[in-house]
């Protein structure tokens, strides 16, 4: 008898587990009264949507700040050297 368990790997980047958590909630959605995960009592998908947006873009913006960050600490590097 074949397994029919179904297994996602959860990943270890913050942008790969929002981009799960999106595609999950988009399946969700194209589903819609026959999702399953309509049956979790003590969790609503429908009310993570905005909290995955505002994850995303404040994830972007870190990012941003991150790349900054990098080129400031080189450009400080450089004017230590001369």
């Known amino acids: ?48 949507a905005a909290d995955l947006t505002a994850a995303e873009a404040l994830h972007t913006q870190a990012e941003e700040h991150r790349k900054k960050a990098e080129e400031l600490y080189r450009e400080r590097m450089q004017r230590s050297r001369t």
């Open 1 to 48: 008898m074949a397994n029919k368990t179904l297994r996602i790997p959860i990943p270890a980047t913050t942008s790969e587990l929002i981009k799960l958590g999106k595609a999950i909630h988009k399946k969700h959605m194209a589903d819609g009264a026959a999702s399953p995960l309509k049956a979790m009592e003590d969790y609503s998908w429908d009310a993570v």
